[in-house]
């Protein structure tokens, strides 16, 4: 894969919608740079968020179950799974992001 990517291979990339990233850019939540018209993301700069998001939330999630709030997210997560709930879980180290269909 090359070393940058345009703004609709980086939304590809991460599994976002277009949406998403435009937002999380122009927060400067994730890694990029419009140059010109056109915004621009290194390959390298997103799996390095992809792996610091990662590392975040799966410590929330250790942290929740080592206070015993496991079974709650547990059960709000299969509610979201079956439909039966649209925002996922906040936990301790999670900001809320919009959620996008």
Do not use: C
Request: proline residues 5%; positive net charge.
């Amino acid at each position: 894969m090359k070393a940058t990517l345009n703004f609709a291979e980086a939304a590809e990339y991460l599994n976002v919608s277009s949406s998403s990233l435009s937002d999380l850019s122009a927060i400067g939540e994730i890694p990029g740079a419009k140059i010109s018209k056109e915004w621009v993301f290194r390959l390298e700069d997103l799996d390095a968020y992809l792996a610091q998001k990662i590392r975040e939330q799966t410590e929330a999630r250790r942290e929740a179950y080592r206070l015993g709030n496991g079974k709650k997210v547990q059960s709000v997560v299969t509610d979201i799974r079956h439909g039966r709930r649209k925002e996922p879980p906040l936990l301790p180290g999670m900001e809320k992001v919009p959620v996008t269909a």
